[in-house]
C-alpha cells in the first residue's frame, strides 16, 4: 500500500467520516494505493445486508463483481466536482487514487462515486 504522508480520517459536515489531507497536494500526485478485497457477483446480496453496502467498489472486467478498498479507500466521500479520481487497477488488484486539482492541507479529499467528475447521476443512498 502506497500512501502520502499527511492524511487522516476526521468528521465530515453531514457526510460522516472523511479522508482529509494536512499537507498540500498537487494535481496529479498519487494520494493513495489501495489493496483491494475482491468479492464475486454471487455474494454481492450477501453485501447488500451488511454496513459494507455503503463502502465497496464495482469491480472487474464487467464490473459484476464488487471490492472493498483497504486503507482508507472506503471512506473518501463522494462530490460531484471532487477533487480526486479513482483508478481501478484490475491487473495489481487496487484502487488508485490521484488529485485532478490543487488540494490543500486541511481540506477534504472527495471522489465522484460514479466514476467521472462531473457525473450527476443519482446514487443508491
Not at 21 to 48: N, Q, Y
Not at 71 to 81: A, P
Not at 97 to 104: G, Y
Request: hydrophobic content about 40%; proline content about 5%.
Amino acid at each position: 500500500m502506497h500512501q502520502i504522508p499527511g492524511l487522516y480520517i476526521t468528521s465530515s459536515t453531514d457526510k460522516g467520516r472523511g479522508v482529509f489531507t494536512s499537507i498540500d497536494i498537487s494535481e496529479g500526485d498519487v494520494i493513495e494505493v489501495c489493496p483491494v478485497i475482491i468479492t464475486p457477483k454471487s455474494e454481492l446480496p450477501i453485501i447488500h445486508k451488511t454496513i459494507l453496502h455503503d463502502y465497496y467498489f464495482l469491480w472487474g472486467e464487467k464490473m459484476e463483481d464488487c471490492a472493498i478498498a483497504l486503507g482508507f479507500g472506503s471512506l473518501y466521500n463522494h462530490e460531484i466536482h471532487p477533487n480526486a479520481n479513482f483508478i481501478l487497477d484490475l491487473e495489481n488488484e487496487t484502487i488508485d487514487i490521484v488529485a485532478i486539482k490543487n488540494i490543500t492541507a486541511g481540506e477534504e479529499i472527495t471522489l465522484n462515486y460514479n466514476g467521472e467528475p462531473g457525473d450527476e447521476t443519482i446514487l443508491w443512498f
